[in-house]
């Protein structure tokens, strides 16, 4: 997702006390300084607009939420609408992810979220794709021992990407599904995103992994 620039957004972000400046400066210390409690932390990476997140964060009070999003302008939306909610689990970072273990340190992230990642199609390309072996290497370094990744998308060709990196990178996969919404078990406290929405009304089907690294040492 990329909206058109708007017109002083990196400003509203950077006054913005929802949002995380200097993130790097946190690391080790989000819980505590951050938060102010010790609660899990859990992030969504490629967040856009930030609704999945706050649905998440009203429906669980107990556990921190740090949206990841690489656009000032998608950023921007996210801010004005936990302007309006206020809530006090929410914080946003306007990072690419690519640098996400200098921000976390290992074991601080309780659980991981991609949704509807961008699908970069060129094969040269691949090592963008936030479900590659890179990428998951990079969450190993920040999520706790038992962890999870949970990845959903409606894009076919990027869900069988994602699957077949689970094991070269040493990952496990736990649950996988090729219909969320018609999956009683997996769709169970589904929250939806602003994504998902629009796709799943279009017809499509959506697709999710939760992967963990209990197979491996
Ligand atoms: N997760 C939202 C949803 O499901 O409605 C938004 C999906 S949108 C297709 C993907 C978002 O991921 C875009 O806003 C894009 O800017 C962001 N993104 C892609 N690569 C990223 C990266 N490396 N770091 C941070 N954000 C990224």
Do not use: C
């Not at 090592?127 to 072996?133: D, E, F, G, H």
């Amino acid at each position: 997702m990329r909206l058109r620039n708007i017109a002083g957004s990196r400003e509203v972000i950077a006054e913005s006390t929802f949002t995380v400046k200097d993130p790097e400066t946190k690391k080790g210390l989000w819980k505590k300084e951050v938060f102010g409690n010790s609660n899990p932390i859990r992030i969504e990476i490629g967040m856009g607009k930030g609704r999945f997140l706050m649905d998440l964060a009203e429906l669980n009070p107990d556990i921190n939420y740090v949206g990841i999003e690489k656009y000032s302008s998608v950023l921007l939306r996210a801010i004005q609408k936990q302007e309006q909610r206020q809530l006090p689990n929410v914080k946003f970072i306007r990072m690419d992810a690519e640098d996400i273990a200098d921000v976390f340190a290992p074991s601080e992230v309780d659980k991981i979220y991609l949704n509807f990642s961008d699908p970069w199609p060129k094969d040269r390309h691949a090592k963008r794709r936030l479900p590659s072996r890179e990428f998951l290497s990079r969450y190993d370094k920040i999520l706790k021992k038992d962890g999870v990744v949970e990845f959903k998308t409606d894009n076919k060709d990027l869900f069988d990407f994602a699957l077949e990196e689970v094991e070269p990178a040493g990952w496990t996969l736990d649950a996988v599904t090729y219909d969320l919404h018609n999956d009683p078990v997996m769709n169970e406290g589904n929250v939806m995103t602003e994504y998902e929405e629009k796709f799943s009304s279009l017809g499509n089907q959506i697709y999710k992994y939760i992967v963990s690294r209990k197979g491996s040492n």
